[in-house]
């Protein structure tokens, strides 16, 4: 049995994954941001920690608010009980120095030390957070591979490549690779969408955004981040999946808020599945967007239902004939989430 849950995590992610019968296990996959969010995530750690479970892998997928607010903001409790938790993977800070040999006497990444954007703040607070608390911590690169509880969890993103970019940035390169237009697409059609040719404005801190294939008793589950698509496909294709022998499975969040620079053809046309959840209110970045989720539609060979955390005007996106061609189903997750392999 798995559980997926996605809380209300506004524009960003937090997504808790329990699987196991005899022996729950979990895995806490961001905080997302907001109260409404923080609220739902301290009730399910007190949750957990009542019936005498802990969170067997945090992974905090990159530095982006969104993403890290609410792992901080839990971890920053004075009554934070740190052993529950017994691993964490943090693409950040000192471990990316330590990986690629940058020492502190001949080191130009000022970012982790002198940093004005929210986020980088954040994660520096966070590791030394992470670092006083002692807690077991794990960088983490494409296509390893490790067991968590039984289950079975491949790295897709990031590549070592895209992590020493990362930690060479400066302050000048990673605002200008931020800077993304807000618009909607939804005046326009599934097929002229499709057809687009896709625009890849991904930021390098996105790009670092860990990906993952999560494998447990004959069920799957796709877990994108915020990643880039041309990159999980150079690893599924590396593991041996194409358009002839797809990845089949269950379920996949969609990366980055179903944003249209972050999910391409080459990517669906490669996976085998019918579910993808939808994490993310409506934006006014245009998330979600009406060309991502028209990409899913169109190169899937199947029918789709979408999970999302929030109830959204999908009228407002979709035009009646398209509901009637496609079929597409657009499901709202409860607190309860979705168990995988029954629906």
Same mark, same amino acid.
């Given at each position: 049995?798995?559980?997926?849950?996605?809380?209300?995590?506004?524009?960003?992610?937090?997504?808790?994954?329990?699987?196991?019968?005899?022996?729950?296990?979990?895995?806490?996959?961001?905080?997302?941001?907001?109260r409404v969010c923080f609220q739902q995530l301290r009730t399910y750690v007190d949750?957990?920690?009542? %019936?005498?479970?802990?969170?067997?892998?945090?992974?905090?997928?990159?530095?982006?608010?969104?993403?890290?607010?609410?792992?901080?903001?839990?971890?920053?409790?004075?009554?934070?009980?740190?052993?529950?938790?017994?691993?964490?993977?943090?693409?950040?800070? $000192?471990?990316?120095?330590?990986?690629?040999?940058?020492?502190?006497?001949?080191? &130009?990444?000022?970012?982790?030390?002198?940093? %004005?954007?929210?986020?980088?703040? &954040?994660?520096?607070?966070?590791?030394?957070?992470?670092?006083?608390?002692?807690?077991?911590?794990?960088?983490?690169?494409?296509?390893?591979?490790?067991?968590?509880?039984?289950?079975?969890?491949?790295?897709?993103?990031?590549?070592?490549?895209?992590?020493?970019?990362?930690?060479?940035?400066?302050?000048?390169?990673?605002?200008?690779?931020?800077?993304?237009?807000?618009?909607?697409?939804?005046?326009?059609?599934?097929?002229?969408?499709?057809? $687009?040719? /896709?625009?890849?404005?991904?930021?390098? %801190?996105?790009?670092?955004?860990?990906?993952?294939?999560?494998?447990?008793?004959?069920?799957?589950?796709?877990?994108?981040?915020?990643?880039?698509?041309?990159?999980?496909?150079?690893?599924?294709?590396?593991?041996?999946?194409?358009?002839?022998?797809?990845?089949?499975?269950?379920?996949?969040?969609?990366?980055?808020?179903?944003?249209?620079?972050?999910?391409?053809?080459?990517?669906?046309?490669?996976?085998?599945?019918?579910?993808?959840?939808?994490?993310?209110?409506?934006?006014?970045?245009?998330?979600?967007?009406?060309?991502?989720?028209?990409?899913?539609?169109?190169?899937?060979?199947?029918?789709?239902?979408?999970?999302?955390?929030?109830?959204?005007?999908?009228?407002?996106?979709?035009? $009646?004939?398209?509901?009637?061609?496609?079929?597409?189903?657009?499901?709202?997750?409860? /607190?309860?989430?979705?168990?995988?392999?029954?629906?």
């Open positions: 049995m798995i559980n997926i849950k996605v809380l209300k995590a506004f524009n960003g992610d937090c997504i808790i994954v329990s699987y196991g019968e005899e022996e729950k296990h979990n895995i806490l996959i961001d905080g997302g941001q907001g949750s957990v920690k009542k %019936t005498g479970n802990k969170i067997d892998l945090l992974i905090l997928t990159h530095i982006d608010s969104d993403h890290i607010d609410g792992i901080l903001r839990l971890l920053s409790q004075k009554t934070f009980d740190f052993s529950m938790i017994e691993e964490m993977w943090f693409n950040f800070g $000192k471990g990316l120095k330590d990986m690629f040999g940058i020492n502190g006497e001949n080191n &130009q990444v000022s970012l982790y030390d002198n940093a %004005t954007e929210i986020s980088w703040k &954040q994660g520096v607070d966070l590791e030394e957070i992470v670092r006083k608390a002692g807690i077991r911590r794990r960088l983490v690169t494409k296509l390893e591979r490790f067991s968590v509880g039984g289950a079975s969890i491949t790295i897709l993103s990031p590549s070592k490549e895209v992590l020493k970019k990362f930690s060479e940035q400066d302050k000048e390169e990673k605002k200008a690779t931020t800077q993304i237009a807000y618009s909607n697409d939804y005046q326009k059609s599934v097929v002229e969408l499709n057809q $687009k040719e /896709q625009e890849r404005q991904i930021s390098l %801190t996105n790009k670092s955004s860990i990906a993952c294939l999560f494998e447990f008793e004959g069920l799957s589950i796709l877990l994108l981040g915020d990643a880039d698509a041309e990159e999980i496909v150079k690893s599924l294709t590396e593991l041996g999946y194409s358009k002839n022998n797809k990845l089949k499975v269950d379920f996949c969040k969609i990366a980055h808020h179903a944003s249209r620079h972050n999910t391409n053809n080459e990517l669906i046309q490669i996976i085998d599945c019918s579910n993808y959840i939808i994490s993310t209110q409506q934006t006014t970045a245009g998330r979600p967007s009406k060309e991502c989720l028209s990409r899913i539609i169109c190169n899937s060979g199947k029918t789709i239902s979408f999970y999302c955390n929030y109830e959204l005007d999908w009228n407002k996106v979709f035009t $009646k004939e398209e509901f009637l061609k496609y079929d597409m189903k657009f499901i709202v997750l409860g /607190q309860q989430g979705v168990d995988v392999g029954e629906e």
